[in-house]
């Protein structure tokens, strides 16, 4: 009895305080960036830093800790075990390609650039999807996504022509179109600024993660298939698809919909994980209103030249994110490996840029800092691709361009990371986020209708001219990030004079005076 009257105190507390100290805590935050330039607390403002303040922080750094690894364990991870089955079944085909695919559906070269156009074209189409984590339940959301690209994915096994084939690969387009774009903007539902580029990392980096794993199956499928009356790329599409049929089941039970409806959170947890998000949501003792869609901010996004910049950088990652993966296992193969091999030594490169990956997206967040490590990512990929072209040209040996693809897969894995966490870091308002990402993904989606064009069967055994065109694209990525950061930072400035001023009117992106952006 006296602990639940405790509590209720606390609670009634914490309601009757909460705007407030957020209102305090937004002051606060300016000061600090800007104290190197003076005192610039008021004197009310240094009488609620004395009594208030210490209302505003309700928990300790050891239960924020906490509550952040559990955060990671059912969310973060749990969303990359989904994407690392999302990519296992849109890039198989490049394995699947060797295995036997081409032969047997009797396909062209120009058929099979089809399947892989085809897939990207409703994917594009369907980017505006991820403005429905906004609108639709994360838990139920998420599930349908997941069992309907399993089963469409298990359905290719069944392919009989290139017709049925071409259809299944469209089908696949929307369902994953469905899922991946949007799942950065559902991770800062749950993460501040400076912890999201981590999360993303873990994100992303399951899509090479996933690409080790399905060269390391097609490796033993292709090995023990041989004497099986199943095609082993038949085989390869049903036992990497049909597993995300079953792991949507879990999903269902484990997707939160927001920091408050965590059921792996206990009561106290909950409010920590609402409270330490600030003037992101509306935080309450118990339950969290998440913004809903506000239209007026969506459309107002469209004349924003900030989110096309970095929608132009991730055309250009995309380009080489999309061809390199599906055409390695060729590349491989005809740098004089056979088809056992290819599969195998496609493995290591991507198994490399997970942990590139991870660790450039911790350092990112750590530092709070985005265009320094899109430039040096971008020009690392850079050398990768051109180390191939050139090798390739002057016919060395393919050791050197096994190293090259090194360079290439751990750059553009981890430039992609950083550019869809400083997209969403640039908009305080979640709708603002959820239009930004949106845009964004559908024009760097566009990337892969390019990128899977670049490896013609007449360019073999070398693929110079593709290499090339992607090297080139990268570092057109390096510069944009450079002009980004230049923007990014005189705006601040702005800011930091606003701030001096204690201007309190809107800015241009709607956010309070103490918002700043990362650079």
């Known amino acids: 009895?006296?602990?639940?009257?405790?509590?209720?105190?606390?609670?009634?507390?914490?309601?009757?305080?909460?705007?407030?100290?957020?209102?305090?805590?937004?002051?606060?935050?300016?000061?600090?960036?800007?104290?190197?330039?003076?005192?610039?607390?008021?004197?009310?403002?240094?009488?609620?830093?004395?009594?208030?303040?210490?209302?505003?922080?309700?928990?300790?750094?050891?239960?924020?800790?906490?509550?952040?690894?559990?955060?990671?364990?059912?969310?973060?991870?749990?969303?990359?075990?989904?994407?690392?089955?999302?990519?296992?079944?849109?890039?198989?085909?490049?394995?699947?390609?060797?295995?036997?695919?081409?032969?047997?559906?009797?396909?062209?070269?120009?058929?099979?650039e089809w399947l892989l156009t085809g897939f990207y074209i409703t994917y594009i189409l369907f980017e505006w999807m991820a403005l429905l984590y906004r609108v639709v339940p994360a838990h139920i959301y998420i599930t349908l996504c997941v069992a309907a690209w399993g089963l469409v994915a298990s359905l290719q096994s069944l392919a009989t022509s290139f017709e049925s084939l071409f259809a299944l690969r469209a089908l696949l387009g929307i369902t994953e179109a469905a899922f991946g774009p949007g799942a950065p903007l559902f991770l800062s539902f749950f993460f501040k600024q400076d912890e999201l580029a981590l999360r993303v990392g873990f994100f992303i980096s399951a899509a090479p993660l996933s690409t080790s794993f399905a060269s390391s199956l097609a490796w033993v499928i292709t090995k023990t298939a041989k004497r099986s009356p199943i095609a082993p790329w038949r085989c390869l599409f049903l036992v990497e698809g049909f597993p995300s049929v079953l792991v949507a089941v879990l999903a269902y039970s484990t997707i939160p919909d927001s920091p408050s409806q965590a059921r792996f959170l206990n009561r106290r947890e909950r409010e920590i994980a609402c409270s330490r998000l600030g003037p992101d949501i509306s935080a309450g003792p118990t339950k969290v209103k998440m913004e809903k869609l506000v239209w007026s901010e969506v459309f107002s996004s469209l004349k924003d030249r900030k989110i096309y910049v970095t929608a132009v950088m991730l055309f250009c990652c995309n380009v080489a994110f999309s061809s390199l993966p599906v055409f390695l296992p060729t590349i491989i193969e005809e740098m004089g490996y056979d088809a056992i091999s290819s599969q195998a030594l496609s493995a290591p490169p991507y198994i490399v840029a997970f942990f590139t990956t991870l660790l450039v997206s911790y350092l990112s967040d750590l530092t709070r800092n985005r265009s320094t490590f899109v430039c040096i990512t971008c020009v690392m990929a850079a050398f990768g691709y051109a180390m191939v072209a050139l090798t390739g040209w002057l016919r060395l040996g393919p050791v050197w361009r096994y190293i090259g693809v090194y360079l290439a897969t751990a750059g553009f894995f981890s430039a992609i990371t950083v550019i869809l966490s400083w997209t969403i870091n640039m908009h305080q308002s979640h709708s603002k986020r959820g239009a930004a990402t949106a845009i964004v993904q559908y024009i760097g989606q566009c990337g892969p209708l390019l990128g899977t064009r670049l490896y013609p069967d007449e360019d073999k055994p070398y693929f110079v001219k593709g290499m090339s065109i992607c090297s080139g694209f990268m570092l057109m990525v390096a510069l944009l990030s450079w002009a980004l950061h230049r923007h990014l930072a005189r705006l601040n400035r702005v800011r930091d004079q606003r701030a001096k001023a204690d201007l309190t009117e809107e800015l241009d992106d709607q956010s309070s005076n103490a918002f700043r952006y990362l650079t």
Do not use: C
């Open 1 to 112: 009895m006296d602990i639940r009257l405790s509590e209720d105190v606390e609670l009634q507390k914490w309601s009757n305080h909460d705007k407030a100290q957020r209102n305090f805590a937004d002051r606060l935050d300016r000061a600090r960036r800007l104290s190197a330039n003076g005192p610039l607390l008021s004197r009310r403002d240094r009488q609620w830093s004395t009594s208030t303040f210490r209302s505003t922080r309700q928990y300790t750094i050891e239960e924020e800790r906490k509550v952040i690894k559990k955060l990671d364990r059912n969310v973060t991870l749990f969303l990359a075990l989904l994407y690392l089955l999302s990519f296992l079944d849109r890039s198989n085909i490049g394995n699947a390609r060797i295995a036997g695919l081409t032969e047997d559906l009797s396909l062209s070269s120009n058929q099979y």
